[in-house]
DNA sequence: ATCACTACCTACCAGTAGGTAGGCAAATGA
DNA sequence: TCATTTGCCTACCTACTGGTAGGTAGTGAT
């Protein structure tokens, strides 16, 4: 009440954006009830009231996290725009997704690394459609001539790891730049960079 | 006794073992002792013996580990070649590194996840020496001539997620690529193409 | 033989996890 | 106005956590 009272969200999605901020921040075990409750300013009992359990809570929380995701990322893949333009597009859009959700992407990137643990929801299913166009663009690129031949699975793989690794592990890589937390200046620099390399690998 | 008696290898090597698997499979807070003494054949008390915490035993196990990387590491890193050659023997020692530890890599990325969570090991105060001294190799390179001009810390960083997430979100991909497991094939085949993508970047 | 030591055990501890039962007060709607 | 619903609470439950106490069988040295 007077800790956080903030009349426009409900507490319903107060949990869940305070789940989100314990879940991305500690991970699924990490993370108690409790933690999430005093976080939100309600005993754990009365979390339950709205979600019938820790692992209902979490789902809830990952089926809103991939729907805004594939949401936005849809918009800026349905563009017609085309060529290297496409490819920069989309890692512009990806790029600006992500700094705008880091939450989102650490606690995709424990999904990934646990394999699809605690949860049913089977990750790559969902991701494997938009995997498999990409690959057919890359592909059709590189019959072209667009772009220099390589394979674009494989490489569909590399740009998924250099892209969500700077996001994912950001204190980490923060400390080794000697640089402080993901600025809007650092995210643009890294941006400018990974578009960089990928035109001079793709492009002649 | 009768469950997993290999008279060659000591409890607290097996315990170590066993930690090791666990701990990248699940994390740290989804790994409890009883998990561990279990997969030894042991009682919880009997691990604690050999361990006094469940800290400590984290602790000796990622010093292990570092101490086990590093030394593989700093012999490819030391070896007299130069240029390009120099970087695709390190890639490719990194990649042999990987493929033979890659419980290590879960737990490192684990960790840069969590920030250093759990311990109070700085892992980038660890790779900063070594990270520094690539960042000098690689802008030596492009003053040459010899490798076209990137930001080399940011460079770095891109080969480093590019790497490390082949390992780590192992399982994932996997699904991703409809092929199973890291087979020696799959391994080889990613990182000759991690080696032409980033020949293609650098070299003219 | 006895002492000390190692490696294991059972039994227990306090603390915390997720989850339930039931009560109370304010809002809601007939 | 009065019943219902909503949102929160305290009190409690069981299961499990990391860790301790204390005991025992085997071993090797004195």
Redesign the pocket.
Known sequence: MTDAPDPQRS?RDQILDEALKCFAERGYDG????DIAAGVG?????L???F????SLYEDLFERLLSDWMQRLEASIASPVSGWDKAELVLRAGFALFADTPDYVRIMRREALDGGGHLGIDLSAVLKPLFDSAVVYFDEQMRNGTFRTHDSRHLLITGYGAILTYFSDAPFIDELLEDKALTAQNVHDHCEHVIGFFRAALLN
Do not use: M
């Open positions: 507490t993370t108690s009830l409790n309600i005993r754990r009992p009365s339950l009231h709205h019938p359990s820790k692992e």
